[in-house]
C-alpha cells in the first residue's frame, strides 16, 4: 500500500484534529485516523476497531463497541501522535443485516459465537493484515496496541510490525452485554483485566 495515494483530509472532532484516510480492501471500506506525526516512529499508539454501526453510532448496550471507541479516541487524541483504524467490519465481518438475524438467534438462547455458525460464518471473519500495510507505508514498525483481542496482535506481528506493548480496554459490562462479554472472553479468548 502506497499511503501518499489515498484520499486524506483534514478532520477535527471532539477528541482533537486528525488526518484522516480512507482505503479500500474488496468491498470492504475502511477509515484510519491519524493523530500528529507517525512517520518513522516506533511504539506508536495504535487501535483497531471494527464498525458497529449500532454500538458505535445508535448507543446500543448489546456489545461494547461504543464505549471502546470512544475511549480509544480520548485515549490517542491525548497523546502526541497515533492511528485509530476504524475497519468495514460490521459484525466481525458478517455484515449489518446478517448481525441482526444473529442478534434474533442471541435472543431465542445462542451466544455471539454459535449464532454466527448457526448462520454458516465464522465466529470471527476479520483479518487485520491491511492494518500492518498501512503501518509498513508510514515506517512504522512498532506499535503499543489497544486491544483485548490477541489474534490482532497475531497479525501485525505475522505481517512484520511489532506489538511492543498491549494496552488493554476494560469497559465495565451492563446487564445487557455482559453474556457477550462472557462469551468473547472464554470463546474467542479475549483477555479482560
Ligand atoms: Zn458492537
Do not use: W
Not at 485516523?33 to 495504535?46: A, E, F, R, S
Not at 461504543?66 to 483504524?85: K, P, W
Amino acid at each position: 500500500m502506497d499511503t501518499s495515494k489515498l484520499p486524506s483530509a483534514s478532520f477535527p472532532t471532539k477528541y482533537g484534529t486528525f488526518c484522516i484516510y480512507a482505503f479500500k480492501e474488496g468491498r470492504m471500506e475502511h477509515l484510519a485516523l491519524v493523530k500528529g506525526d507517525v512517520c518513522d516512529k516506533d511504539d506508536v499508539p495504535v487501535r483497531i476497531h471494527s464498525q458497529c454501526i449500532t454500538g458505535d453510532a445508535l448507543g446500543s448496550l448489546r456489545c461494547d463497541c461504543g464505549v471502546q471507541l470512544d475511549h480509544s479516541l480520548e485515549y490517542i487524541g491525548a497523546q502526541d501522535y497515533g492511528i485509530l483504524f476504524y475497519l468495514g467490519h460490521e459484525g466481525r465481518g458478517i455484515g449489518l443485516f446478517n448481525k441482526i438475524k444473529a442478534y434474533e438467534l442471541q435472543d431465542k438462547g445462542d451466544d455471539t459465537v454459535e449464532a454466527n455458525e448457526r448462520l454458516g460464518f465464522e465466529s470471527d471473519m476479520r483479518d487485520y493484515g491491511i492494518v500492518a500495510d498501512f503501518l509498513i507505508s508510514f515506517g512504522v514498525r512498532s506499535v503499543h496496541l489497544i486491544t483485548n483481542n490477541p489474534s490482532k496482535l497475531d497479525d501485525l506481528t505475522r505481517k512484520g510490525v511489532a506489538v511492543t506493548q498491549r494496552i488493554p480496554l476494560i469497559v465495565p459490562p451492563n446487564k445487557f452485554n455482559a453474556f457477550y462479554l462472557q462469551t468473547k472472553r472464554e470463546k474467542m479468548h479475549h483477555i479482560f483485566g
